[in-house]
């Protein structure tokens, strides 16, 4: 979820760099999830690796519930920086003061929250929905989601390769390259979600029974019915990822972030009707995701659509395709997996110390993940505009100093205002996510830690 920004005035790099050009910024993409996966804090590192295989640099690609594909939106502008920089397009920027440099960061990074917060949001709001009916199905959430969410991160070489295959074809202007590209991606991404959907029915449960272990066989059943459902979606899931990764590399941001605004609003409201109302527990709140994931999946494909693309076409890979997909994928997968197990670990860890205190470790990471993502648009403003200011033919340390100093700042009051939200939250209103005195006195010993 790689676009190409050609010189184009209301690029990032001109907007911060031309204050006349100003426009908000159209946020960047996150497979996954926003699929509910992108609520995991999990960040790769992908500039030095897919810089060397492209002509155009690259910049990291983000995970959480999560990430890789919001850098791509604006990951791509380091010699458009270097030339907008030497053409006087940053006069602008070192003669501004330092707090209209840190509103108008502000403003061009607001937009790319939305997108950011969708993921953890539908998370945070299932386990608060789920927690006030059973401990035992708070506690299957766990295992539940690394079976869901965390093993999608496999399927990232998707968003990767659509990312830079579009933007790679766009930039030579070739439209029927693109088609083609999203065509055998999407088949890709179909047929792996096939295999998945099929893996979920015949293994879920000896692979829940495997990492739960039988001293909490108690919420294997939940979890297993969790697992069931949200596996349905996986051919819509991986798709999903493609056409929204297409849609960004086309540098429309706003046909996702609508799709995603609307999964989040179906999958809120399913998880209080079926879970509060109809007393579903965790099968709804399975099923009011499985559902909002299909519904995003299409308007994603219908945004591609509008375009003038044809979301709907397959097209089946040669090996040299298939092995150009995986060639992109290969030099992140390793760094990808080591963050997935050390998430998946914390978990693991978790069920380990019973249903009470895996109750309250659900609740505690998924407020901390809805945390951490806001702070990841500043990130990305950093990686797209220092190495510019530092490295490039018209080098400029003062403005580099002074976009330093003010993403500093703004990330230090995002940091103590979320820091204060995420341990008050908890702490003043526990009943908001478990009625259980047990679970919040375990939540209660951890969140300042958190």
Known sequence: ??????????????????????????????????????????????????????????????????????????????????????????????????????????????????????????????????????????????????????????????????????????????????????????????ISGFLMLLVTKLLGSVALTAFVGTKNADIIPAANTYIQIRGLAWPAILTGWVAQSASLGMKDSWGPLKALAVASIVNGIGDVVLCMFLGYGIAGAAWATMVSQVIAAYMMIEALNKKAYNGFALSVPSSGEFFSILGLAAPVFLPMMSKVVFYSLLIYYATSMGTHIMAAHQVMIQTFCMCTVWGEPLSQTAQSFMPGLINGVNRNLDKARMLLKSLLIIGAIFGLILGSIGTLVPWLFPYLFTPEERIIQEAETTEFRF
């Not at 946020?27 to 492209?54: K, V, W």
């Not at 997108?115 to 945070?124: A, D, F, R, Y």
């Open 1 to 190: 979820m790689a676009s190409v920004i050609l010189h184009s005035p209301f690029s990032v790099t001109a907007r911060i760099h031309n204050p006349n050009n100003l426009r908000p910024l159209s946020p960047p993409s996150f497979p996954t999830i926003f699929f509910r996966s992108s609520s995991s804090p999990l960040a790769i590192d992908l500039s030095s690796r897919i810089n060397r295989r492209f002509a155009v640099p690259r910049r990291r690609h983000e995970w959480e519930v999560g990430c890789l594909e919001i850098e791509s939106e604006i990951g791509i502008e380091v010699q458009e920086n270097e030339q907008l920089l030497g053409s006087g397009g940053g006069e602008e920027l070192g003669s501004q003061g330092l707090l209209t440099q840190m509103k108008e960061i502000v403003t061009f990074t607001g937009p790319a929250i939305g997108l950011w917060i969708c993921g953890p949001l539908m998370s945070l709001i299932d386990t608060a929905v789920i927690g006030q009916g059973s401990a035992v199905e708070l506690a299957a959430l766990g295992p539940a989601t690394v079976l869901c969410d965390y093993t999608s991160y496999v399927f990232m070489f998707l968003s990767i390769a659509t990312s830079n295959m579009v933007a790679t074809a766009l930039a030579k202007q070739d439209k029927n390259e693109v088609q083609h590209h999203i065509s055998v991606l999407l088949f890709v991404g179909l």
